[in-house]
């Protein structure tokens, strides 16, 4: 997994050659820290097909405002230098593969 900047996005992730599932979070966020360790297994599981990355939200700003995050953990999948899917909320780490799995699938 790489930490992205708003300096970064762009290169990081709208240009990714594959699918790119960020993570918008933040060191005080209680859930993002719970499903941290289930994003670094998937990031692993899935490392063929899909990149992670985290925006911490409080260093940078301007990322999340843009793409209007208004809770966290909120994570999108951006395909191609678009938003493909969003998900507010920690969820359990077999919800996320469901999810990032139906995601990918869809563009396939």
């Known amino acids: 997994m790489k930490q992205?900047?708003?300096?970064?996005f762009e290169q990081d992730v709208l240009?990714?050659?594959?699918?790119?599932?960020?993570?918008?979070w933040a060191e005080w966020c209680g859930?993002?820290?719970?499903?941290?360790?289930?994003?670094e297994e998937l990031a692993a599981e899935l490392?063929?097909?899909l990149d992670v990355a985290?925006?911490?939200i409080d260093e940078n700003p301007e990322i999340p405002t843009k793409y209007g995050v208004r809770g966290i953990p909120t994570l999108m999948v951006f395909m191609n230098g678009?938003?493909?899917a969003t998900k507010i909320g920690a969820?359990?780490?077999?919800?996320?593969?469901e999810w990032v799995e139906?995601?990918?699938?869809?563009d396939a």
Do not use: G, H, Y
Not at 91 to 97: A, C, E, Q, S, Y
Not at 102 to 106: K, P, Y
């Open 31 to 39: 859930p993002c820290r719970q499903i941290a360790p289930a994003l």
């Open 91 to 97: 969820l359990p780490k077999n919800k996320m593969v």
């Open 102 to 106: 139906s995601v990918l699938e869809a």
């Open 47 to 49: 490392a063929d097909r």
């Open 15 to 24: 240009k990714a050659e594959k699918p790119v599932l960020v993570d918008f």
């Open 82 to 84: 678009q938003i493909a």
């Open 54 to 56: 985290k925006v911490n």
């Open 4 to 8: 992205v900047t708003d300096a970064s």
